[in-house]
């Protein structure tokens, strides 16, 4: 192995997969008003958070980012071993999780001059910065250097693009991401929102009126997107993730790749993904989207 591979928790690979693909997660923090923290994927997972989330309706989480320590105790075994790191985090605009890890390699350097530690913004969030950290592992196991899987990764990142909806607006309002008119408005009318990301933020991708109409636009959104863009799948990740009801998003992730065997387009279905709490608390338990990234040519 030429380098580690380092990434926040916001990866929403997990950790039982992380630590399959032999990466080291550093969690974000998560709780609720008035409570104690928990490390996201080591004290709690996703889905028992989700589930407190569920019960405790109207009683908002919040997150706290990753600590300059955190990200030591994350680097140091593999200075002193002399293996170089490459650091994949969240989005910079949506965290300061990147600077604790900045802070950190600066540290390192101190003690250790001649370390090697990379600290790459993702530009991406959820489930794609996890396709991003895939592909890092795949080109870490093909032998490439640091230097050359970061040349490889780099450029693919603004290739990113998710499609996701949510059942509850509250979440959204409590961000302030919608404001309290329209989520009270939206609920009345049983809307709900058609949310993207591209170009490292967060984007109206319109509204449907119900759940099961928003989850078939997303799917519309996502196959128009594709033909629009004339995209080649074969170069493409593509990824579904979910938060909570895991039998919804299979059938959701059931109907999309059969749509798009329909349209001619062979993609392996890939493991699922389970949006971690980091966005969850934003979007609230029941996000399900379909994400899409380049694969890296190396």
Known sequence: MKFHIVSDSSCDLGQERASRMGITLVSFYVA???????????DITSQDFYRMMAQRPGDFPKTSMPTVEDYLEAFEPSVREGVPVLCICLNEPFSGSIQGA???REVLLEEYPQAEIYVMD??????????????AVLLRDQGC??????????????SGRIFFTTNDLDYLRHGGRIGKAAATTGALLKVKPLIGYHNRGLISDGIAQGRKKSLQRVRELFYRYVER???????????TGFGLDREEYDQFTAELFAGLRERGWEVP????????????????????GVGILRRSVF
């Open 269 to 288: 279905v890939s493991e699922p993904y389970q949006i971690g709490v980091t966005i969850g608390v934003h979007t609230g338990p029941t996000p399900i």
């Open 32 to 42: 609720f008003e008035g409570e104690p923290y928990y490390r996201e994927e080591r």
């Open 102 to 104: 900045r802070n950190a």
């Open 229 to 239: 863009e004339e995209l080649d799948l074969k170069q493409w990740r593509v990824v």
């Open 122 to 135: 993702s530009q991406l969030a959820t489930v794609l910065q996890g396709q991003l950290v895939e592909e």
């Open 145 to 158: 250097t640091l230097e050359q899987a970061v040349a490889a990764l780099e450029p693919i990142r603004e």
